[in-house]
């Protein structure tokens, strides 16, 4: 049986304001979630025709 | 209810780009390891798992000889990211609302008694959760805060409050938009 965790919008948003401060002064963490995003926009151009999610939940 | 699959993320396939089209939702969605292991597993060591089984089976091995103490984690934050085994999950919906719910289902395999994962949301605990041998399900249901927000989960292998720690695996995580 799964185990449920459920988290609220009030305290998503808490926790995320938590996070923002957290990395606020990491630079390195910054610049590498950066780099993922900048690698999910090229995939995008680079397979215009066929989306890289469309091709992965395919496969899984 | 049928729920319809958002996101599938594994080992073998880590990233997920779908853009929204006029009615659908899209997505952006990714796993990373982190994983430090005081030992070279899984190569031309002949440790098992063997690193030809985990690609064959489709997972990635959480040794326990390096997971985290019990209690390195302060303050409800996970620390020690560079020198942890974490399993780290981030997606982002796009064309979502407020009224939207993320459901994310993570399959997890134990290798023994003393299996332990550590869930946090944006670093921040939420539950530290002993799992059963054999193949163990979490489900993580998280109200959506606003469009195209990133929603970061991680997964962290610690030790038993004792010490004691066995491995386990990551097979895949499932996300649905409700």
């Known amino acids: 049986m799964a185990q449920l965790i459920f988290v609220s919008a009030t305290q998503v948003r808490e926790l995320q304001a938590r996070y923002e401060k957290l990395i606020a002064t990491d630079a390195a963490e910054q610049a590498r979630l950066r780099a993922i995003e900048e690698r999910l926009r090229a995939e995008e151009k680079r397979q215009p025709e066929n989306p890289a999610g469309k091709e992965s939940e395919a496969k899984a | ?178």
């Not at chain 2, 979502?96 to 459901?103: E, G, I, K, P, S």
Request: aromatic share 10%; with cysteine; proline share 6%.
């Open chain 2, 1 to 178: 209810m049928t729920l319809e699959t958002f996101y599938t993320l594994t080992p073998q396939h880590p990233m997920v780009k779908r853009p929204a089209v006029p009615d659908t939702p899209g997505v952006n969605a990714f796993v990373n390891f982190w994983n430090m292991a005081a030992l070279a597993w899984g190569g031309a060591g002949g440790t098992t798992p063997t690193l030809e089984k985990q690609l064959s089976e489709g997972w990635v091995y959480l040794s326990g000889g390096t997971a985290a103490p019990f209690d390195e984690d302060a303050n409800g934050v996970l620390c020690n990211r560079e020198r942890s085994q974490i399993v780290e999950i981030g997606f982002q919906g796009i064309n979502v609302t407020d009224r939207n719910q993320f459901l994310a289902v993570i399959g997890l395999h134990a290798l023994g008694e003393n299996a332990m994962v550590r869930i946090a949301l944006f670093r921040n605990i939420l539950r530290t959760e002993r799992l059963r041998p054999g193949d163990n399900t979490l489900a993580v249901l998280i109200d959506c805060p606003y469009d195209r927000a990133w929603i970061y989960l991680d997964l962290k292998h610690v030790k038993m409050p004792d010490g004691n720690a066995s491995a386990f695996g990551f097979k895949g995580v499932t996300g649905y938009l409700l």
